[in-house]
């Protein structure tokens, strides 16, 4: 169990909608990190928040969105949603703003399906 | 921007025997670091090593090493005595230094035959 939760573990949902998926951070860790795995764009980095505040931002479609709380708990909001959209989407955390010396840990992934 | 390829989708190996997976990378960075996941059934990403690239030592972590071979830009992930437990995709990844993302390979699905 590498520390990092996050709900829900699977998601159905039909196309247009929107959904919120959440990531609770290790205990400590300041950075959250969101990545997507799809079979045909692999695992791409979505977005990096530390303690708050963004602070990188990848493949990121507009239609997607999060925020980090004062807690240090993420969300990502999916709007709009397409058939394309459904991926593993993963939260990882770490305790520095880089994850060059720490490990990143991930958690588990919430499965979208978009119908 | 960095590119990581995985040239083998997937590889087997006898339990017992020695496996090396291969990763090839791309960057123009001069500072950066790689790292192999794993990823069993259970979804799960996993650090399996690390490597810095301005360390000329190979890092090893137990059963699992890697040929990092900095002018080739290849790092490789060999395996010896494989375990049943070790059959999960595998992915090479890197990083530069200063940047907050990993960019991965697409994998490399390694089956364990008892």
């Known amino acids: 169990d590498s520390g990092v939760t996050q709900t829900p573990k699977h998601l159905i949902t039909a196309t247009g909608q929107r959904v919120t998926l959440r990531c609770s951070p290790r205990?400590?860790?300041?950075?959250v990190y969101w990545y997507q795995q799809s079979l045909d764009q692999g695992l791409q980095f979505l977005i990096q928040?530390?303690?708050?505040?963004?602070?990188a931002k990848g493949n990121i479609l507009e239609r997607f969105s999060a925020q980090q709380f004062p807690d240090l708990h993420s969300e990502l909001n999916l709007s709009s949603l397409e058939l394309g959209d459904s991926a593993l989407y993963f939260c990882a955390s770490s305790s520095r703003q880089s994850a060059t010396n720490e490990k990143l840990f991930f958690g588990s992934g919430t499965q979208l399906s978009v119908l | 921007a960095q590119t990581v390829t995985q040239s083998q989708p997937e590889m087997s190996v006898q339990e017992a025997e020695t496996v090396t997976l291969s990763c090839t990378y791309d960057t123009s960075e001069s500072d950066y670091y790689l790292f192999w996941y794993k990823q069993p059934p259970s979804r799960q990403m996993i650090l399996v090593i690390r490597?810095?690239?301005?360390?000329?030592q190979n890092a090893t972590e137990n059963r699992f090493s890697v040929n990092f071979q900095k002018a080739a830009k290849s790092f490789s992930l060999k395996i010896s005595d494989s375990q049943l437990g070790d059959a999960a995709m595998y992915f090479c990844?890197?990083?530069?230094?200063?940047?907050?993302?990993?960019?991965f390979g697409q994998g490399t699905r390694l089956t364990i035959n008892p």
């Open positions: 928040y530390y303690n708050g505040e963004e602070r």
């Open positions: 990844a890197s990083k530069p230094q200063g940047a907050q993302k990993l960019v």
């Open positions: 205990s400590g860790d300041l950075s």
């Open positions: 490597q810095e690239a301005y360390k000329q």
